[in-house]
């Protein structure tokens, strides 16, 4: 149980477009979801936290309107990087939270590496 | 602000030599501490839960506490397989926080047949 899923897990674009990544809890529904970046051997750095229905709450120096979130449903939540550009290649990592009694934790997604050329 | 500090930042032992990660914080209120194995280049896999001093959790070969101020993570007989960074992240309790974490920035083990 607890599983999540991220689509695509690899994405390689050219500067200036667009590129939407999809974060699915598949076996049960999330209260919130989060989105983090982690570069090469460093931490995770949360970048926004997401409750269905309502705007995603940003963390301190993250751009809103670069990084757009729409969390649609208890089990879909979407981070669109907009007109992307080489410093935002990095390893972007969603996870789904749950306070049931039997889970009351984060469940992390697998990750998508993108890369912008 | 709430902080994370994990000792080491590497660690490398032999199959079968036991040992402990640290992991130091200071938060407003403590809701949870939790430990999370991540392998490269995936995201992290959730391990363990705990709530209050005291508290203690097993899996397998590693074995969770938590003191007020630091928790371990006590790796008994490891085996390569247990090669990878432990990540320890804390959530704060109280309104406003919603429940997000703090991590800190990992131990790397690596453990040599």
């Known amino acids: 149980g607890a599983v999540v899923s991220q689509h695509p897990s690899r994405v390689i674009c050219k500067s200036g477009t667009s590129v939407k990544i999809e974060c699915r809890s598949l076996d049960f529904q999330a209260t919130t979801m989060f989105w983090y970046r982690q570069f090469p051997k460093q931490s995770l750095m949360l970048m926004a936290t997401s409750n269905e229905g309502s705007k995603a709450t940003y963390e301190q120096g993250v751009e809103k309107d670069k990084f757009l979130i729409n969390h649609a449903s208890l089990t879909l939540s979407t981070l669109t990087v907009t007109s992307a550009h080489p410093e935002d290649s990095s390893f972007y990592i969603c996870s789904a939270y749950t306070d049931s009694q039997l889970t009351d934790t984060q469940y992390f997604g697998p990750g998508t590496r993108l890369t912008v050329l | 602000e709430d902080q994370v500090t994990q000792s080491p930042e590497a660690l490398r032992l032999q199959e079968g030599e036991s040992s402990s990660l640290n992991c130091s914080y200071t938060?407003?209120?403590?809701?949870?501490l939790f430990w999370y194995r991540q392998d490269p280049g995936k995201g992290p896999e959730f391990l363990f839960t705990l709530y209050s001093a005291g508290e203690e959790k097993e899996k397998e070969r590693l074995k969770a506490t938590l003191t007020k101020k630091e928790s371990f993570l006590h790796i008994t007989a490891p085996k390569p397989e247990d090669s990878a960074t432990y990540l320890c992240?804390?959530?704060?309790?109280?309104?406003?926080?919603?429940?997000?974490?703090?991590f800190g920035k990992g131990t790397l083990l690596t453990v040599n047949p």
């Open positions: 938060v407003s209120g403590l809701r949870g």
């Open positions: 992240a804390v959530q704060a309790s109280g309104g406003g926080s919603n429940y997000k974490l703090t």
